[in-house]
Nanobody, 115 residues
Framework: QVQLVESGGGLVQPGGSLRLSCAAS????????MAWYRQPPGKQRELVAF??????????NYVDSVKGRFTISRDSAKNTVYLQMNSLKPEDTAVYYC??????WGQGTQVTVSS
């Protein structure tokens, strides 16, 4: 079974940037839906961004609170999904998880935004 491993989290100051990576142990070339979720401390997990791939087109969408700051992308040749996060805010602090096709989950990577 394909496994997902997130990386790229850490401590960053407000206004900073991070790029999260989600590497799959096997091919995700045929996977249609890639997503990033996050779980802030003491809160429920929420969908942050997703991408639906079909043919030569990708549909992406984001939760309102990250629109214009976060970008989801995929590199099928590298079996990796990314989340570029810019202009980070303290409220972005959470454990971030990637998800493939609604069934595969990574172990999560901690993002802490604090001065």
């Amino acid at each position: 079974q394909v496994q997902l491993v997130e990386s790229g989290g850490g401590l960053v100051q407000p206004g900073g940037s991070l790029r999260l990576s989600c590497a799959a142990s096997g091919s995700i070339f045929n996977s249609k839906r890639m997503a990033w979720y996050r779980q802030p401390p003491g809160k429920q997990r929420e969908l942050v961004a997703f991408m639906i791939s079909g043919g030569n087109t990708n549909y992406v969408n984001y939760v309102d609170s990250v629109k214009g700051r976060f970008t989801i992308s995929r590199d099928s040749a590298k079996n990796t999904v990314y989340l570029q996060m810019n202009s980070l805010k303290p409220e972005d602090t959470a454990v971030y998880y990637c998800n493939v096709d609604g069934v595969l989950w990574g172990q999560g990577t901690q993002v802490t935004v604090s001065s």
